[in-house]
């Protein structure tokens, strides 16, 4: 940086900030199942490093930003560091996940993996993403009418989605938050499903017996 200040050149850099070392975590809790070890930096503020070599520093924070932030920095004269913050728990996920890959990272969880919780909402977060896309697409691909999707593709999913966490957390030898997803899944099954399709039936005239 001190040497494109001195030049003057009106050169930007963008820094991918996270204070990790995102692909040696991955690879010790991903690939070898132990639990992450020296892959975390000492923050350290690009902002205030730029101004200090005579250049400027803008810091994008929420997704929000990136656009305001990026022209203003674009129209800097001077050499200009951008700091992009980014969730440091995004795994760089392989195009193919291997079931060794899962089990690697289950296993580094029980050996005390730091922020388990946190890389763990993060994977659960982006998987129900996907899924949210791929019922958002079911009417285009399909022909679904929204009125199926939102009752009848929606229910399923969500409900397939309990019943299977209730299934592994059984296998775990977990039974008391497994009965309680399952009794909760059905009881929602109970209370509004059944009822909406005596209702539907008799409209229909097909009375359900």
């Known amino acids: 940086m001190q040497a494109i200040t001195y030049t003057k050149l009106p050169i930007k850099v963008i820094v991918i900030k996270n204070n990790t070392l995102g692909m040696i975590r991955w690879e010790q809790i991903g690939f070898l199942g132990n639990t992450e070890f020296g892959v975390e930096f ?53 195009p193919k996940v291997e079931m060794s890959f899962v089990n690697n990272l289950a296993e580094s969880f029980a050996r005390g993996q730091p922020y388990a919780s946190r890389i763990g909402l993060t994977l659960f977060k982006n998987q129900v993403q996907l899924l949210v896309g ?68 008799i409209f229909i005239a097909k009375p359900l017996h």
């Open 134 to 201: 791929y019922v958002e697409s079911a009417p285009e691909e399909f022909g679904f009418g929204q009125l199926f999707v939102g009752a009848i593709i929606a229910g399923l999913v969500g409900n397939a989605a309990e019943h299977s966490s209730a299934i592994i957390l059984a296998t775990r030898n977990k039974l008391d938050p497994s009965i309680g997803i399952a009794a909760g899944s059905g009881t929602q099954v109970a209370l509004f499903v059944a009822p909406v399709l005596v209702i539907v039936g």
């Open 42 to 94: 000492t923050p350290i503020d690009w902002v205030k490093f730029a101004e200090a070599c005579g250049g400027k520093g803008y810091a994008i924070r929420e997704p929000n930003e990136v656009k305001s932030k990026l022209h203003q920095a674009m129209k800097e004269s001077k050499p200009t560091i951008i700091e992009a913050y980014v969730v440091p728990f995004e795994p760089p996920m392989p």
